[in-house]
Protein backbone atom coordinates (compact mmCIF):
# COMPACT_ATOMS: atom_id res chain seq x y z
CA UNK A 1 0.00 0.00 0.00
CA UNK A 2 1.34 3.47 -0.87
CA UNK A 3 0.39 6.53 1.22
CA UNK A 4 0.16 9.15 -0.90
CA UNK A 5 0.83 12.60 1.11
CA UNK A 6 -1.21 15.02 0.93
CA UNK A 7 -2.78 17.96 3.31
CA UNK A 8 -6.19 19.29 2.98
CA UNK A 9 -6.27 23.01 2.03
CA UNK A 10 -8.49 24.58 4.85
CA UNK A 11 -10.18 28.05 5.58
CA UNK A 12 -9.82 29.87 9.11
CA UNK A 13 -12.19 28.24 11.15
CA UNK A 14 -13.50 25.54 9.04
CA UNK A 15 -13.11 22.01 9.79
CA UNK A 16 -10.79 19.90 7.64
CA UNK A 17 -11.99 17.30 5.83
CA UNK A 18 -11.63 13.01 5.92
CA UNK A 19 -10.14 11.74 3.25
CA UNK A 20 -8.80 7.86 2.09
CA UNK A 21 -5.62 6.60 1.08
CA UNK A 22 -7.26 3.28 -0.86
CA UNK A 23 -4.58 0.63 -2.09
CA UNK A 24 -6.64 -0.42 -5.17
CA UNK A 25 -9.41 2.30 -6.23
CA UNK A 26 -12.05 2.00 -8.61
CA UNK A 27 -13.27 5.30 -9.59
CA UNK A 28 -14.85 6.27 -12.49
CA UNK A 29 -18.00 5.81 -15.45
CA UNK A 30 -15.65 2.40 -17.18
CA UNK A 31 -15.11 0.41 -14.29
CA UNK A 32 -17.23 -2.52 -15.85
CA UNK A 33 -16.02 -6.31 -15.61
CA UNK A 34 -12.79 -5.80 -13.60
CA UNK A 35 -11.25 -8.30 -11.55
CA UNK A 36 -9.07 -7.71 -8.53
CA UNK A 37 -7.26 -10.55 -7.69
CA UNK A 38 -4.45 -12.27 -5.82
CA UNK A 39 -2.69 -9.29 -4.16
CA UNK A 40 -0.89 -8.40 -0.82
CA UNK A 41 -1.77 -5.07 0.49
CA UNK A 42 0.15 -5.37 3.87
CA UNK A 43 0.69 -2.17 5.88
CA UNK A 44 2.38 -3.38 8.86
CA UNK A 45 6.02 -2.11 9.44
CA UNK A 46 6.04 -0.65 12.37
CA UNK A 47 2.67 -2.27 14.73
CA UNK A 48 -0.21 0.16 15.28
CA UNK A 49 1.76 3.50 13.11
CA UNK A 50 -0.35 6.21 11.91
CA UNK A 51 -1.17 7.49 8.49
CA UNK A 52 2.09 9.79 7.61
CA UNK A 53 -0.36 12.33 6.35
CA UNK A 54 -1.97 12.75 9.66
CA UNK A 55 1.32 13.68 11.60
CA UNK A 56 1.93 16.73 8.74
CA UNK A 57 -1.64 17.92 9.11
CA UNK A 58 -1.18 18.77 12.47
CA UNK A 59 1.68 20.38 12.07
CA UNK A 60 0.62 22.45 8.85
CA UNK A 61 -2.50 23.80 11.22
CA UNK A 62 -0.63 23.80 14.06
CA UNK A 63 -2.81 21.04 15.98
CA UNK A 64 -2.12 19.91 19.80
CA UNK A 65 -3.35 16.53 18.91
CA UNK A 66 -2.40 14.47 15.69
CA UNK A 67 -5.60 14.19 13.95
CA UNK A 68 -6.98 10.90 11.62
CA UNK A 69 -8.14 12.91 9.17
CA UNK A 70 -6.83 10.84 6.34
CA UNK A 71 -7.17 7.19 6.62
CA UNK A 72 -7.00 3.65 5.10
CA UNK A 73 -9.02 1.47 3.06
CA UNK A 74 -8.08 -1.48 0.86
CA UNK A 75 -10.52 -1.92 -1.93
CA UNK A 76 -12.29 1.20 -2.78
CA UNK A 77 -15.49 0.96 -5.89
CA UNK A 78 -17.48 3.77 -6.89
CA UNK A 79 -19.73 3.84 -9.48
CA UNK A 80 -18.11 -0.31 -10.27
CA UNK A 81 -20.40 -2.76 -12.02
CA UNK A 82 -19.83 -6.24 -12.38
CA UNK A 83 -16.72 -6.18 -10.36
CA UNK A 84 -14.60 -9.96 -8.52
CA UNK A 85 -12.59 -9.55 -5.43
CA UNK A 86 -10.85 -12.80 -5.43
CA UNK A 87 -7.94 -14.15 -3.43
CA UNK A 88 -6.48 -11.41 -1.89
CA UNK A 89 -4.79 -11.04 1.08
CA UNK A 90 -5.22 -7.53 3.19
CA UNK A 91 -3.05 -6.50 6.56
CA UNK A 92 -3.10 -3.24 7.72
CA UNK A 93 -2.28 -1.94 11.23
CA UNK A 94 -2.92 1.22 12.11
CA UNK A 95 -5.55 3.35 13.85
CA UNK A 96 -6.32 5.04 11.03
CA UNK A 97 -7.96 1.96 9.77
CA UNK A 98 -11.13 3.05 7.98
CA UNK A 99 -12.15 -0.24 5.63
CA UNK A 100 -11.44 -3.36 3.82
CA UNK A 101 -13.89 -2.38 1.63
CA UNK A 102 -15.87 0.14 0.43
CA UNK A 103 -18.57 1.02 -2.37
CA UNK A 104 -21.16 3.65 -3.50
CA UNK A 105 -22.71 5.18 -6.31
CA UNK A 106 -20.90 7.44 -8.64
CA UNK A 107 -22.60 10.81 -8.84
CA UNK A 108 -20.27 12.77 -11.16
CA UNK A 109 -21.96 13.75 -14.47
CA UNK A 110 -23.75 9.91 -15.53
CA UNK A 111 -25.20 8.45 -11.89
CA UNK A 112 -23.70 4.53 -12.08
CA UNK A 113 -24.65 2.56 -8.68
CA UNK A 114 -23.08 -0.76 -7.75
CA UNK A 115 -24.20 -3.84 -9.34
CA UNK A 116 -22.82 -7.61 -9.55
CA UNK A 117 -19.88 -6.87 -6.81
CA UNK A 118 -18.17 -10.26 -5.62
CA UNK A 119 -15.96 -10.42 -2.89
CA UNK A 120 -14.67 -14.10 -2.58
CA UNK A 121 -11.97 -15.75 -1.09
CA UNK A 122 -10.10 -12.75 0.42
CA UNK A 123 -8.23 -12.68 4.04
CA UNK A 124 -8.70 -9.29 5.74
CA UNK A 125 -6.63 -8.40 8.79
CA UNK A 126 -6.65 -5.45 10.68
CA UNK A 127 -6.42 -4.31 14.61
CA UNK A 128 -8.28 -1.72 14.67
CA UNK A 129 -11.34 -0.58 12.00
CA UNK A 130 -14.23 1.77 11.57
CA UNK A 131 -15.81 -0.01 9.06
CA UNK A 132 -14.63 -3.38 7.84
CA UNK A 133 -17.41 -3.44 5.05
CA UNK A 134 -19.43 -0.38 3.83
CA UNK A 135 -22.23 -0.49 1.24
CA UNK A 136 -24.14 2.43 -0.59
CA UNK A 137 -26.69 2.03 -2.84
CA UNK A 138 -26.20 -1.23 -5.11
CA UNK A 139 -28.86 -2.48 -7.52
CA UNK A 140 -29.40 -5.88 -8.79
CA UNK A 141 -30.86 -6.76 -12.08
CA UNK A 142 -34.80 -7.55 -12.20
CA UNK A 143 -34.53 -11.34 -11.36
CA UNK A 144 -32.23 -10.69 -7.80
CA UNK A 145 -29.08 -12.45 -9.50
CA UNK A 146 -26.38 -9.98 -9.25
CA UNK A 147 -26.72 -7.45 -6.40
CA UNK A 148 -23.71 -7.18 -3.82
CA UNK A 149 -21.93 -10.69 -2.10
CA UNK A 150 -19.61 -11.12 0.32
CA UNK A 151 -19.12 -14.86 0.47
CA UNK A 152 -16.12 -17.15 1.93
CA UNK A 153 -14.01 -14.49 3.62
CA UNK A 154 -12.26 -14.59 6.34
CA UNK A 155 -12.38 -11.50 8.91
CA UNK A 156 -9.42 -11.02 11.49
CA UNK A 157 -10.18 -8.11 14.18
CA UNK A 158 -8.12 -8.09 16.95
CA UNK A 159 -8.93 -4.86 18.62
CA UNK A 160 -12.00 -2.70 17.57
CA UNK A 161 -15.15 -2.04 15.34
CA UNK A 162 -15.52 1.60 15.93
CA UNK A 163 -18.73 1.90 14.20
CA UNK A 164 -22.00 2.54 16.25
CA UNK A 165 -23.15 -0.74 15.99
CA UNK A 166 -19.73 -2.65 15.83
CA UNK A 167 -21.03 -3.91 12.89
CA UNK A 168 -19.11 -5.75 10.07
CA UNK A 169 -21.15 -4.57 7.03
CA UNK A 170 -22.61 -1.36 7.28
CA UNK A 171 -25.29 -0.25 4.29
CA UNK A 172 -26.21 2.99 3.80
CA UNK A 173 -28.58 4.95 1.45
CA UNK A 174 -27.29 8.13 -0.32
CA UNK A 175 -29.67 10.98 -0.77
CA UNK A 176 -29.89 12.81 -4.14
CA UNK A 177 -31.45 16.34 -4.05
CA UNK A 178 -33.40 16.31 -7.89
CA UNK A 179 -36.16 19.08 -8.61
CA UNK A 180 -36.16 20.40 -5.38
CA UNK A 181 -36.45 17.00 -3.77
CA UNK A 182 -34.24 14.11 -2.32
CA UNK A 183 -34.14 11.08 -3.50
CA UNK A 184 -32.68 7.94 -1.09
CA UNK A 185 -31.24 5.33 -3.11
CA UNK A 186 -31.08 2.30 -1.23
CA UNK A 187 -29.33 -1.35 -1.87
CA UNK A 188 -31.28 -4.04 -3.19
CA UNK A 189 -30.04 -7.34 -2.55
CA UNK A 190 -26.97 -8.45 -0.21
CA UNK A 191 -26.09 -11.69 0.18
CA UNK A 192 -23.62 -12.75 3.21
CA UNK A 193 -22.69 -16.29 2.96
CA UNK A 194 -20.29 -18.33 4.73
CA UNK A 195 -17.73 -15.93 6.07
CA UNK A 196 -15.74 -16.73 9.31
CA UNK A 197 -15.04 -14.05 11.06
CA UNK A 198 -12.57 -13.83 14.12
CA UNK A 199 -13.79 -10.81 16.55
CA UNK A 200 -14.32 -10.28 20.28
CA UNK A 201 -16.29 -6.76 19.02
CA UNK A 202 -18.83 -8.29 16.92
CA UNK A 203 -21.73 -6.67 17.52
CA UNK A 204 -23.93 -7.67 14.31
CA UNK A 205 -23.34 -8.94 10.88
CA UNK A 206 -25.27 -6.21 9.38
CA UNK A 207 -26.51 -3.18 9.97
CA UNK A 208 -28.87 -0.22 7.68
CA UNK A 209 -28.25 2.75 8.87
CA UNK A 210 -31.25 5.04 7.60
CA UNK A 211 -31.81 8.99 6.85
CA UNK A 212 -35.10 8.41 5.62
CA UNK A 213 -36.35 5.78 8.28
CA UNK A 214 -37.07 3.54 5.31
CA UNK A 215 -35.44 0.37 4.70
CA UNK A 216 -31.42 1.03 3.33
CA UNK A 217 -31.36 -3.05 2.61
CA UNK A 218 -34.44 -4.50 0.22
CA UNK A 219 -33.29 -8.07 0.74
CA UNK A 220 -30.57 -9.50 2.23
CA UNK A 221 -29.61 -13.21 2.26
CA UNK A 222 -27.15 -14.74 4.57
CA UNK A 223 -26.28 -17.91 6.07
CA UNK A 224 -23.04 -20.27 7.32
CA UNK A 225 -21.36 -17.33 8.89
CA UNK A 226 -19.54 -17.73 11.59
CA UNK A 227 -17.84 -15.62 14.20
CA UNK A 228 -15.30 -17.24 16.69
CA UNK A 229 -16.07 -20.90 15.29
CA UNK A 230 -19.85 -20.09 16.35
CA UNK A 231 -22.99 -19.66 14.07
CA UNK A 232 -24.02 -15.92 14.04
CA UNK A 233 -26.47 -14.30 11.76
CA UNK A 234 -27.62 -11.56 13.18
CA UNK A 235 -28.75 -8.03 11.92
CA UNK A 236 -30.59 -5.29 12.91
CA UNK A 237 -31.94 -1.75 11.45
CA UNK A 238 -33.97 -0.99 8.28
CA UNK A 239 -33.39 -4.11 6.25
CA UNK A 240 -36.79 -5.36 4.15
CA UNK A 241 -36.41 -9.06 4.86
CA UNK A 242 -33.84 -11.80 5.85
CA UNK A 243 -34.11 -15.00 4.55
CA UNK A 244 -31.08 -17.97 5.16
CA UNK A 245 -32.24 -20.28 2.00
CA UNK A 246 -35.26 -21.31 -0.42
CA UNK A 247 -35.12 -24.45 -2.20
CA UNK A 248 -37.93 -26.03 -4.58
CA UNK A 249 -38.86 -30.49 -3.60
CA UNK A 250 -41.29 -32.74 -3.20
CA UNK A 251 -43.73 -30.08 -4.82
CA UNK A 252 -43.29 -27.70 -1.99
CA UNK A 253 -41.23 -24.24 -1.82
CA UNK A 254 -39.33 -24.17 1.85
CA UNK A 255 -37.27 -21.63 2.93
CA UNK A 256 -35.84 -19.88 6.33
CA UNK A 257 -36.96 -16.53 6.90
CA UNK A 258 -34.85 -14.61 10.31
CA UNK A 259 -35.77 -11.76 12.26
CA UNK A 260 -33.88 -8.98 12.82
CA UNK A 261 -32.84 -7.96 16.11
CA UNK A 262 -35.37 -4.94 16.11
CA UNK A 263 -38.00 -6.58 14.04
CA UNK A 264 -41.69 -7.68 16.01
CA UNK A 265 -44.31 -7.75 13.16
CA UNK A 266 -45.13 -11.27 11.69
CA UNK A 267 -44.94 -11.78 7.56
CA UNK A 268 -47.09 -12.86 4.97
CA UNK A 269 -45.37 -15.27 2.17
CA UNK A 270 -47.33 -15.95 -0.69
CA UNK A 271 -45.71 -17.40 -4.10
CA UNK A 272 -46.41 -15.26 -7.57
CA UNK A 273 -46.54 -16.28 -11.09
CA UNK A 274 -43.73 -14.30 -13.19
CA UNK A 275 -46.45 -11.95 -14.31
CA UNK A 276 -47.44 -11.19 -10.54
CA UNK A 277 -50.60 -13.00 -10.31
CA UNK A 278 -50.79 -14.92 -7.27
CA UNK A 279 -50.71 -18.56 -7.18
CA UNK A 280 -50.72 -19.26 -3.12
CA UNK A 281 -52.33 -18.13 -0.42
CA UNK A 282 -50.58 -16.25 2.23
CA UNK A 283 -48.71 -17.91 4.81
CA UNK A 284 -48.53 -15.87 8.22
CA UNK A 285 -45.49 -16.28 10.28
CA UNK A 286 -44.80 -15.19 13.09
CA UNK A 287 -41.21 -14.14 14.99
CA UNK A 288 -38.82 -16.55 15.84
CA UNK A 289 -35.12 -16.55 15.65
CA UNK A 290 -35.35 -18.30 12.69
CA UNK A 291 -38.58 -19.05 11.14
CA UNK A 292 -38.93 -22.14 8.46
CA UNK A 293 -42.02 -22.25 5.85
CA UNK A 294 -42.85 -24.82 3.34
CA UNK A 295 -45.77 -23.76 0.65
CA UNK A 296 -47.34 -27.01 -1.21
CA UNK A 297 -47.74 -25.69 -4.79
CA UNK A 298 -46.99 -28.00 -7.67
CA UNK A 299 -44.34 -26.74 -10.28
CA UNK A 300 -42.48 -28.00 -13.49
CA UNK A 301 -39.20 -27.52 -13.89
CA UNK A 302 -37.70 -24.28 -15.37
CA UNK A 303 -40.62 -22.32 -14.40
CA UNK A 304 -40.15 -18.90 -12.98
CA UNK A 305 -41.77 -17.56 -10.15
CA UNK A 306 -42.33 -15.05 -7.58
CA UNK A 307 -41.69 -14.70 -4.08
CA UNK A 308 -43.53 -11.96 -1.78
CA UNK A 309 -42.50 -11.22 1.48
CA UNK A 310 -44.49 -8.89 3.54
CA UNK A 311 -45.52 -7.30 6.58
CA UNK A 312 -49.02 -6.09 5.37
CA UNK A 313 -51.31 -8.81 3.88
CA UNK A 314 -52.16 -8.65 0.86
CA UNK A 315 -50.23 -5.66 -0.27
CA UNK A 316 -47.96 -7.27 -2.64
CA UNK A 317 -46.24 -3.76 -4.43
CA UNK A 318 -44.61 -2.87 -0.58
CA UNK A 319 -43.41 -6.65 -0.62
CA UNK A 320 -39.62 -7.85 -1.05
CA UNK A 321 -40.34 -9.62 -3.71
CA UNK A 322 -37.55 -12.31 -4.38
CA UNK A 323 -37.23 -14.20 -8.51
CA UNK A 324 -36.78 -17.77 -8.33
CA UNK A 325 -36.66 -20.36 -11.04
CA UNK A 326 -37.63 -24.28 -10.42
CA UNK A 327 -34.21 -26.72 -11.50
Known amino acids: MVAIIMTPSKKSGETLDSMQDAAIDSYGPANNYLTIQNNQINLSTAANKVNPNNPLIAKKWHLKTVPNYTRYTAFRASGAQNVLYQGNTVNIDSPDTFAFFTTNMRKSNTLTRPKAITLVGNQFTARNIDYPVRIFAGISDANLLN?????????????????????????????????????????????????????????????????????????????????????????????????????????????????????????????????????????????????????????????????????????????????????
Open 147 to 327: GITIQSNNFRILGKINNYYHSLINVREVPITENKRITYYPTELLSVLGNKIQSTNLGTMVDGTSTSKNDVLKTLLMTSNTNNGKAYQIAKNYIGITLKSVSYSNNALRGSMIWNLDETKPKYVVILNSAGKRLTTEQKILKSNLANFTIPIKLLRGTSIQIAISETKGYYPQSSIISYKIK
